[in-house]
């Protein structure tokens, strides 16, 4: 069956063609990521292969269509290797007539297909192919379609799916998996110190050297939001987020990754995530489902952590034998500030630099091994950069489609301006706007320069609010009996229920829950720190623990 080029058959490419192909992947790659490519710069690339310039601008083009090495092995001369010439029209006859008989479940034999293809071939008039020619066809076929054709989908899975750790991860950032889970532990009230929730981790993996590429710590549940700034700390460089937080280590990774690896879950299929990663050139690939072990890095990964985080004061444990009589409520200890600290602390300082037995080197050395190389094999080189991290956070927000108006741009009853509106006035197409959720005073309008413009707040006097504050005062606003919802209601009734928040604020979790919120809220948008002083965390947690008590001792094993 002939279609698009792919990439040969890895087994069957020389060994001097493929020593050429990691030849040029070094010079080529490090070409195709300069910004301002010059024709200097390709004329010393193609002295250092020894190839002509226009040679080198060809595979350039290849590499950029296709940035892998095949795309860089040498063209071959003549037919490919098991190919035979035969007419169009019988080669048409054979490819019909495995689909329509071959490829079923009564799995009749290759000899019925012989017979059945020159059966047809002769009521056509057409020449009699011979067995090798139908063979060689057959062998075109994927053999995991074949299965599946022939057996069902599950003995295709059973046969071909890759098994745990088997994924082709061969450089740093090349896959990275990501997935959510309900911390174990409660965190308490910044201020109060009374025990809130246990909060959700959104986690990534780079699976290549098992290191953590980045992660999102919040009180609410996982959404599209959540996996934007996930996957936005995972391409960061992370020094300056280290520094605020008073970590000291180096977590060097940062960059675009080419592969995603995620669960079926909803927010895993928001548009803003697909259309983020395609405007990064970052390729999505989901788990099959009821295949477990397609997410084994990550969850693997979660399972360490989650063990570690039951030695923290406030844990639930993983199940209620392990618990026994425990009231984690009683023990609960550690703000949602503090535990973020403790993570970053337990990966910088000590997973990344723990021997991780199924890689035969620490997470931390296999992410510089695989950006340098060693031996025979020369490494990525650099990761690709993030020229613009507002933009690039900007990318994976969430999206809504609206009209610009004389009075502005409305998005969840609100009204929004800048002066840049006044040139798109009357513009017939809905345009892009996406928002943070945890603060829409402000959104962001992709204009038709594509360039992404900030809105601000119509009335300036408004109050920052979340969108969980704006949905729970629509919900009020209902069951006052209100059937018309404006800018003025909604804030007022955000006003009313702030300051019952603030008067009941020791009261209920709830009410702790939803003022801890708005802290983290309005720490994603302060433009400097706060006067006050921040609450005093729980020194015990972040102690250096003495070597018999490391945390992620036992690193997952891949076999």
């Excluded at 490519?37 to 269509?65: F, H, K, P, V």
């Excluded at 990663?277 to 072990?293: A, E, L, N």
């Excluded at 340098?372 to 994976?396: E, K, Q, S, Y």
């Excluded at 955000?494 to 009261?507: D, H, K, W």
Aim: charged letters at 30%; proline letters at 7%; one cysteine or more.
């Amino acid at each position: 069956m002939t279609g698009p080029a792919t990439a040969p058959d890895l087994a069957n490419i020389p060994t001097r063609d493929w020593q050429k192909a990691r030849r040029r992947l070094v010079v080529i790659g490090e070409l195709a990521r300069l910004t301002e490519r010059t024709r200097e710069d390709a004329e010393d690339a193609a002295a250092e292969l020894n190839i002509s310039l226009s040679q080198l601008y060809r595979l350039l083009g290849r590499y950029e269509a296709d940035p892998r090495l095949t795309s860089l092995l040498p063209d071959r001369s003549g037919p490919r290797a098991g190919k035979i010439k035969i007419a169009a029209e019988v080669d048409e006859v054979i490819n019909t007539a495995i689909d329509e008989y071959y490829l079923s479940r009564q799995r009749p034999k290759i000899s019925d297909l012989l017979i059945e293809v020159r059966r047809r071939c002769r009521a056509l008039g057409h020449p009699l192919p011979g067995r090798k020619a139908v063979r060689l066809r057959l062998a075109q076929r994927p053999a995991a379609e074949v299965t599946a054709r022939r057996n069902g989908r599950k003995a295709a899975r059973d046969r071909f799916a890759p098994a745990t750790g088997s994924f082709d991860a061969p450089w740093p950032l090349s896959l990275v998996q990501i997935d959510h889970t309900l911390v174990d532990v409660i965190v308490v009230d910044s201020q109060t110190r009374e025990p809130i929730q246990r909060p959700w981790l959104t986690l990534a993996i780079d699976v290549h050297s098992r290191c953590v590429a980045g992660f999102h710590l919040s009180l609410d549940p996982p959404s599209a939001t959540s996996v934007a700034l996930c996957v936005a700390h995972a391409a960061l460089p992370k020094a300056g987020w280290l520094m605020a937080r008073d970590v000291e280590g180096d977590w060097p990774v940062q960059g675009v990754p080419e592969r995603l690896h995620l669960d079926n879950a909803k927010e895993f299929h928001a548009e803003a995530l697909k259309r983020g990663c395609d405007q990064y050139g970052i390729s999505v690939d989901y788990r099959p489902v009821r295949t477990p072990h397609y997410g084994g890095h990550i969850e693997r990964l979660i399972g360490t952590v989650m063990g570690k985080v039951h030695l923290l004061p406030g844990t639930t444990f993983s199940d209620v034998r392990s618990k026994g009589d425990l009231d984690p409520s009683k023990h609960a200890a550690m703000t949602l500030d503090e535990v973020e600290r403790w993570l970053a602390h337990a990966i910088v300082g000590i997973y990344h630099r723990d021997l991780h037995r199924g890689i035969g080197a620490t997470p931390l050395a296999a992410w510089q091994r695989g950006l340098a190389g060693n031996g025979d094999d020369p490494g990525r080189g650099t990761t690709t950069p993030v020229a613009d991290p507002r933009r690039f956070l900007i990318d994976f927000l969430p999206i809504e489609r609206r009209l610009v108006r004389r009075q502005g741009v409305f998005l969840h009853s609100i009204s929004y301006w800048s002066d840049v509106l006044r040139t798109l006035i009357g513009e017939r197409e809905k345009m892009i706007v996406r928002y943070d959720p945890r603060d829409l005073s402000r959104i962001h309008l992709l204009a038709p320069d594509g360039a992404y413009y900030d809105l601000s707040y119509a009335d300036l006097r408004r109050p920052p609010i979340s969108l969980w504050e704006h949905r729970l005062a629509l919900k009020r606003l209902r069951e006052e009996g209100r059937s018309d919802v404006d800018e003025e209601a909604i804030f007022g009734a955000i006003e009313r229920m702030r300051g019952i928040a603030a008067r009941a604020i020791a009261e209920t979790k709830s009410m702790r829950r939803q003022r801890e919120r708005r802290l983290q809220a309005a720490k994603a948008v302060a433009v400097k720190p706060a006067a006050d002083k921040p609450a005093k965390p729980n020194p015990s947690a972040f102690e250096p623990l003495p070597e018999n008590e490391r945390l992620f001792t036992n690193v997952e094993e891949w076999l």
